[in-house]
């Protein structure tokens, strides 16, 4: 190394079957988000990327697994919110060779960003907004491919199925490799940490939006993933999970009680006060329930960012539902 320059990161990977890796994106947190690598015949792509500050480990990742840059085919992107999409463009530019994949409502959203990042900003301020995210880099319209339900793309011949799967987000996908009985959900499939995890397997709860979550087109995109049969889900928080029929179960289950705990609170007082309560309230018994190794402060305080997305997400849906 000659004087001045600067280390790659070291990233944290995690091994799964199948030609499968996970990359810790290091956003908020380790452990929060994870990119996921797929390799096959000499080729490689990408499920999501996280954001601009992720891009360094994706890069040292490929180095790791020795895969040259332009050896990637695809960014597979499930949606555009930024902490699975935000360093996409940045990304690109170190791939001469990759295609961006994205839900045709997604894709504008990726070419020109403005519109993006004006709704992030909202949600999380000025300052929050450009520590977590950074200048978001757009990506060339002639470098996107924009799907259908239903299309089908070949990895050096790993066909991968595109589903759209609305509820989280009207502009989510998800991508079935029927071969090896896998789905990379983005988080149609909810979210699932690690730290939660008990002898009776994983935890998992759903994740609203604070602008598009729909329980009812959720509740469906889940059951048309579990119409699959997968032996195995890859979400982006985090990584892969298996007892996929049982967490499909809960999920489903839990996005009903969700309504009901927002409906229940739609007159309170503090009506974000009260559904925060409900639904931390019915975390920490599910996770007692499940045996979760943490203590129930200790859950609420890994839950923290979700309990607050989540929040925003079923005020905004009891506000279209009552226009």
Known sequence: MTQGSIAAPAP???????GVTAVDTEYVHPGHAAAHIVQHGGRAAFVDVGTNDSVPY????????GIARDEVDYLLLTHVHLDHAGGAGRLM??????????????????????????????VYGEERFRRLYGDIVPIAAERVQV????DTLSLAGRQLEILHTPGHALHHQAFVDRAHACIFT?????????????????????????????????????????SYAPVAMYLMHFSRVTDVARLGESLKGQIRELVRIAEQSAAAPDRAAA???GM???????????????????VLALLEGDLELNTQGLMAWLDRRGR
């Open 186 to 226: 983005g988080d149609t499939f909810g979210i699932s940490y690690r730290e939660l995890d008990s002898p009776r397997g994983a935890f998992i709860i759903p994740t609203t939006t604070p602008t598009q979550f729909d329980p009812e087109q959720l509740i469906a995109s889940v059951d048309r993933l579990l």
């Open 280 to 298: 931390g309230g019915l975390w920490r018994e599910l996770a007692v329930r499940h045996g979760c190794p943490l203590s129930a402060q200790r």
């Open 58 to 65: 994706l890069l040292a990742a490929l180095d790791v697994l």
């Open 147 to 150: 799907t259908r339900d239903g």
């Open 93 to 122: 530019r170190e791939l001469p060779n990759a295609t961006a994949v994205l839900h045709p409502r997604g894709a504008p959203h990726m070419i020109d960003p403005a519109k993006l990042i004006a709704g992030s900003r909202a």
């Open 275 to 277: 559904i925060r309560a």
């Open 12 to 18: 944290r990977l995690f091994r799964h079957p199948d």
